[in-house]
């Protein structure tokens, strides 16, 4: 990974976060499939993050509800995606 | 607001969902248009560039009060490799005409006039509303939605799901499957700010003109992909893209291919001294025409991303989305004059005028595409770097004679694919575009 964190970029947006109604969750786990462990890597937000136990658990706060995670794991049923509740989530000021 | 029945709802507020509620508005049916979003435009993201055509046949007087930001009067469409782009530019004064054709916009200011319009024209609409369900009668006829703001059902005679490529509403309700990793992009992109004078000098623009930059090659890292250079006013819309599927099983963080893009050599100075105030992620559907759903059924329509309306060969989606909106809400209205319910068999018309139209014909067109890029990816990282090597030996003027470079350059394309992976890949090429 060079220059800018993802963290860093993210702080430039604008959120509206549903404090405790997170819109995805990570189902609970011993060993996380493939695919999920991929969107460790390739969630544009870095919402994903491995644990010391080799789980995988999300902080959606930084979501940009693109919707990558869902696609890559639909096979797996490991995630639950919804769109957050109206007005809330990313509010792109230029998109 | 329960007991209400509308004559159209329209899902999602994008360009599709505008062109639809605002054509139904202006008929004088009565709509409903269903945002999530705090306004129109908070929930989507493009490069983005309007294309005039489809706007206008809509609103032919949109120039006089629409956001546009600059009209391009030069295309650049760069190969790049590690350290260099080999391009073709076209530039003509003839772009700068009373009439653009096309035009860089910021779409969140962009689909909020827009939906101001469709408001104007009558629609009731209603942002931060998120559709949780469509509401279907014992038949499976589709009646209405269900939203998180309104517990009642709120009841319409058709319901057109403009909800863009993360369409939940229509996948739940059966109508359509979830999208492939195959035939989805994630694009990310970041907005840099300079200021006017700037990019006037850098890009050597007067006025309102505007460059914008396609670009691929060895930047997507052997898989499947572009990037983007926009100038908008003030601002610079930078991005890259590639097939979710090569993302996961490379695992590549988007992000850090936005960065090496950024830091190539033929980039950085473009973007020198800018300010970033946003970065975006989103889904392009690129599947292209096989990945095209069932387009409407009993009571309901989709149009738009939802409907994987993207000819990604020609970097356009938001003129198939305002297209297929329009077309959708004409349909409609036409049924609704003749005094025909909205079954499947009335709707099927939609088809048929898509059919007829640019966007279905240009998406049948390039039917192969997709399947062609997905199985030769050497064609976005070796041709580029073979253009580049060829450039160095022909523009390198060191005492070798022009039959001696001439051979090195045909000896190393030789090498790099032998003539019959050339020949082959012609071959592949011609017949996907045919």
């Known amino acids: ?95 | 607001m329960s007991l209400e029945v509308f004559d159209a709802i329209v899902i999602g507020a994008g360009p599709a969902g505008n062109a639809a509620a605002y054509t139904l508005a202006k008929s004088g049916l009565k709509v409903l248009q269903l945002e999530r979003g705090e306004y129109a435009g908070s929930k989507n993201v493009q490069g983005a560039i309007l294309y005039a055509d489809a706007l206008e046949k809509l609103m032919p007087d949109f120039r006089e009060d629409a956001p546009l930001e600059r009209h391009i009067v030069e295309q650049r469409m760069w190969m790049m490799d590690d350290n260099s782009h080999t391009g073709m530019h076209y530039r003509s004064d003839s772009f700068n005409e009373e009439k653009p054709n096309r035009y860089t916009i910021i779409r969140s200011q962009f689909d909020r006039w827009f939906n101001r319009r469709v408001r104007e024209a009558g629609a009731v609409v209603l942002c931060e509303t998120t559709v949780t369900e469509l509401l279907k009668d014992t038949n499976g006829r589709v009646i209405g939605v269900k939203t998180d703001r309104h517990g009642d059902a709120i009841l319409a005679d058709v319901v057109i799901l403009a909800e863009g490529v993360n369409g939940l509403v229509g996948q739940r309700a059966g109508l359509r499957q979830e999208l492939q990793p195959a035939h989805v992009a994630l694009a990310v992109k970041e907005m840099h700010f300079l200021p006017e004078e700037v990019i006037a000098a850098r890009f050597n623009l007067k006025g309102d003109e505007g460059v914008v930059i396609e670009a691929m090659g060895t930047i997507t890292k052997g898989m499947v992909g572009t990037a983007f250079l926009y100038t908008n006013r003030e601002s610079i819309s930078v991005g890259i893209g590639c097939m979710v599927q090569d993302l996961a099983e490379n695992r590549v963080s988007s992000s850090a291919l936005l960065e090496a893009f950024k830091a190539h050599p033929s980039i950085r100075s473009l973007l020198e001294g800018s300010e970033v105030r946003e970065y975006a992620a989103h889904l392009i559907p690129e599947g292209g025409y096989k990945a095209v759903p069932q387009l409407y059924g009993e009571g309901w329509l989709v149009v738009g991303d939802a409907a994987h309306f993207v000819n990604a060969v020609h970097r356009e989606g938001s003129n198939l989305a305002m297209t297929s909106g329009r077309i959708a809400a004409e349909t409609v209205v036409w049924l609704k004059r003749r005094r025909e319910a909205c079954s499947a068999e009335n709707l099927a018309e939609y088809r048929r005028r898509l059919e007829a139209s640019f966007v279905m014909k240009d998406l049948k067109k390039y039917r192969g595409i997709p399947a062609l890029l997905h199985r030769n990816k050497h064609f976005l990282d070796l041709y580029p770097r073979i253009a580049s090597r060829a450039a160095q030996i022909w523009l390198r003027v060191d005492g070798v004679d022009k039959r001696s470079k001439e051979g090195e350059i045909v000896r190393d394309l030789r090498a790099a694919r032998g003539w019959r992976g050339l020949v082959g890949d012609a071959f592949k090429v011609a017949r996907a575009w045919r």
């Open chain 1, 1 to 95: 990974m060079s220059g800018t964190k993802i963290e860093e970029k993210l702080f430039q947006n604008r959120y509206l976060v549903d404090a405790g109604r997170p819109h995805i969750k990570v189902r609970a786990h011993d060993a996380p499939s493939e695919e999920l462990r991929a969107l460790v890597d390739i969630c544009p937000a870095g919402c994903y993050t491995e644990t010391d136990k080799g789980t995988v658990e999300i902080v959606a706060d930084g979501c940009m509800e693109c919707g990558t995670c869902r696609i890559v794991t639909q096979e797996t049923g490991e995630i639950e995606w919804n769109y957050p509740r109206g007005g809330y989530g990313v509010l792109f000021k230029f998109g």
